[in-house]
């Protein structure tokens, strides 16, 4: 039983390699939006409601998945400015491998023009009710920090996978590594 963790900025392409993974393989996906919207919805963006019942949200369906030996996906969008990321991760990580699993994480990246373009694409749209547009993505980059450390705080857990381009050649290389 395995976590793979996706995570990058916004608009990298996670939900969409993730999508590609799950048709792939017998990993279930659990994107961070399917959690993020409906809350955001009722709390607004951004909320210490929203931040409180996203993480117990995600909590109890990651440690669920765990106990039923579920592989997952999870996405995420972690701010490395912020202690609480690495925090939220970290409980994630021990909820797997409480249970016996085994967590591998997976940092995306591509150029900020790339992804102001992603941001604005219909899919993107369709498959998320609350996201940033192009303009949005540009604004989050300022004080914050989307890029891991170096090291990376788990390195022999980790592989940093560029995403530019065509998302399927992304999925294809991070099969290779699972």
Do not use: C
């Amino acid at each position: 039983m395995k976590l793979l963790i996706i995570f990058g900025p916004p608009a990298v392409g996670k939900a969409t390699i993730a999508s590609l993974i799950e048709e792939r393989t017998d990993y279930k996906l659990f994107h961070n939006h399917m959690v993020t919207d409906g809350i955001m919805h009722i709390f607004g963006k951004e909320s210490s409601i929203e931040s409180r019942l996203s993480k117990r949200a995600r909590t109890m369906v990651i440690e669920a998945a765990a106990k039923a030996n579920i592989n997952l996906i999870f996405t995420y969008v972690w701010d490395f400015s912020k202690p609480r990321g690495k925090h939220n991760v970290d409980h994630y990580k021990n909820l797997y491998e409480k249970h016996g699993g085994a967590v591998q994480f997976i940092e995306l990246y591509a150029p900020l023009e790339e992804r102001i373009q992603r941001a604005d694409s219909e899919e993107r749209w369709r498959r998320k009710y609350h996201t940033a547009t192009g303009k949005e993505v540009e604004k989050l980059e300022e004080g914050r920090s989307f890029i891991s450390p170096t090291p990376f705080y788990y390195p022999d857990l980790y592989t940093r996978v560029d995403a530019t381009g065509d998302p399927t050649r992304v999925a294809a290389r991070i099969l290779e590594l699972m």
